[in-house]
């Protein structure tokens, strides 16, 4: 008969779920559980979201239920703010989705920042300075999402459960403007989902999970929502 050896083999993340790996060599049939490490996809819409007017310097503009990207007559810069308390593992990848109120060929430049700023006290005098290097969002529609994924070196020094904060300037006279509701931080990281958040209300406001040997194209794509009339200030 055939002999059936455990295996030793430690198991790599003991809180995963386990998976058995049938192995024959010479005979002799071993039995080895390994671990599978799940990879979690969330939607965060930020706890802050304004933007600042150089021509209006000592304003803030928090109540606005749109942010502004600007460089024609008064020069708009945007703020966003997120926080990842429910990112419970390393972070393999960030998207960010802008619904797009008012469109543009250039729709802004995203760039990391400070986040010891508050919404209702942000303005031109008090808003903290791009940090490091920036990525283009490109030409924005109305009506449409824009999804711009934002490069490692942005993240890769996040703690779990620390904030972070972006702000987007004008590199056209063009302007765009983006809807807060439907903004969304969709970050993906290896881990399970944590039922804390949703049950307290707290961001992720959508979470989904798979295992990560299933292929990206198989995960559905998080709706989001936006107003059916957009309005634009352009004529």
Known sequence: GLYIAPSSKPSLVPSSPQEVVTTVQDGVITLQEESIISQTTISIPPIEASFINFSRKGEVFHDSNIFEV????????????????????????????????????QGGSISRTETNWISKNLDWETAPPAVGSSISIGKVRSDTVKEVSIPANFWNSITFGQSIA????????DGADYFKDGTQLEVTYQGSHTTECASTGSPPLVPRSSPSNVPSTILSSIPSSIPSSIPSSKP
Do not use: M
């Open 70 to 105: 600007d460089l024609a007559d008064e020069h708009k810069v945007s703020f966003l703010k997120f926080d990842t308390q429910c990112v419970n593992g390393p972070i393999q990848s960030i998207i960010l989705k802008l619904p797009v109120a008012n469109p543009s060929d």
């Open 166 to 173: 972006l702000r987007i300037d004008p590199v056209s006279e």
